[in-house]
């Protein structure tokens, strides 16, 4: 099925959030996948689900994840191998654990380009890949050229739309005949809207400089999605246990806003019945600026608590209510 590589500029602010957030809401099967080359931090943050059931089975073993499937891969890495190193969080979502450091990182630079299109063959599940910081020039744009869709987070600050600003005028002529480029604002709620539409002003005067640059492939399109709301009490309720106080977050939110468009933007699912839909599994805090929150982005969510995706050995996907 589909990958979007999910990654920032400086800071970093909130991917892995982003992706666990989005992979909750996901209204297709899905995995997210640590891709992170500074180190993941869900083994840190999130509580492992036990093999039978949704209780809490201790932490997320370290050990099996990207580490383990690199040993596995060196001969070769097919789609249905993924599945085997995979672990399913309490809640129901189904994880890729990271490396833990940056020198293991430094090891697998042959890895990405593989393993992006082990990712893009794993029908039918769609994997969010959370890439972390961007560098320049780095191994992981092996991954990102096969990705349907690259999606970067920007806060709508001077200085980190600044930084986005010119990593999307290098990202976008590295990826020069690959995937577009979309840009999630991570916005202040009260003025939602209107960050989202300073950041597409600012961004327009690079959206052409790629295409100016060189002859070849032409440059990814690149434009604005849309926002996550920033909610530190929302994302610190992804912590283990959740509820109707979670589902009712304004990051959950608008997280279901920002999934709904990105299916849309993605090849269809292949024809047959679907499973039903999650609701919210746990997910990462993150420490942030307290929220003074007047309005939502968007509707009230769904109330249903469902359990999350499954991603067993061979590439299935199976989910059921809680």
Not at 145 to 160: G, I, N, W
Not at 302 to 309: K, T, V
Request: net charge negative; glycine share 12%; aromatic share 2%.
């Amino acid at each position: 099925m589909a990958l979007i590589a999910l990654a920032a500029d400086k800071g970093a602010p909130g991917v892995t959030t982003a992706a666990v957030a989005l992979g909750a809401v996901w209204p297709r099967p899905v995995l997210v996948a640590e891709c992170d080359q500074a180190g993941g931090d869900l083994v840190y943050r999130l509580p492992a689900a036990q093999p039978d059931g949704d209780a809490d089975g201790g932490m997320l073993n370290p050990s099996r994840g990207l580490l383990s499937l690199a040993a596995t891969a060196r001969r070769g890495l097919r789609p249905d191998q993924v599945a085997e190193h995979c672990q399913r969080l309490v809640g129901g979502l189904d994880v890729l654990v990271g490396v833990t450091n940056a020198e293991q990182a430094q090891a697998m630079t042959w890895l990405w380009g593989p393993l992006g299109r082990a990712f893009a063959g794993l029908a039918p599940v769609d994997v969010i890949a959370d890439c972390g910081r961007l560098g320049a020039a780095g191994p992981l744009i092996d991954l990102m050229h096969e990705a349907d869709l690259v999606v970067l987070l920007t806060r709508a600050t001077l200085e980190q739309v600044a930084h986005l600003r010119e990593r999307v005028a290098a990202l976008t002529a590295e990826l020069r005949g690959g995937p577009p480029v979309g840009v999630l604002v991570l916005a202040d709620p009260r003025d939602f809207r209107g960050s989202i539409a300073e950041v597409d002003r600012i961004l327009a005067g690079v959206r052409g400089r790629a295409a100016d640059a060189a002859q070849g492939p032409p440059p990814p399109d690149v434009s604005v999605l849309g926002g996550l709301a920033l909610d530190p009490k929302g994302a610190d309720l992804l912590s283990g246990s959740w509820g109707g106080r979670l589902d009712r977050s304004l990051l959950i939110r608008s997280a279901r806003e920002v999934a709904a468009d990105l299916v849309g933007r993605l090849p269809a699912a292949p024809p047959g019945p679907q499973p039903a839909r999650q609701d919210v599994p746990p997910a990462p805090r993150q420490a942030e600026q307290p929220p003074q929150a007047r309005q939502p982005p968007q509707q009230g969510p769904q109330q249903a608590q469902q359990q999350g995706p499954h991603v067993p050995a061979g590439g299935g996907h199976e989910e059921g209510r809680r």
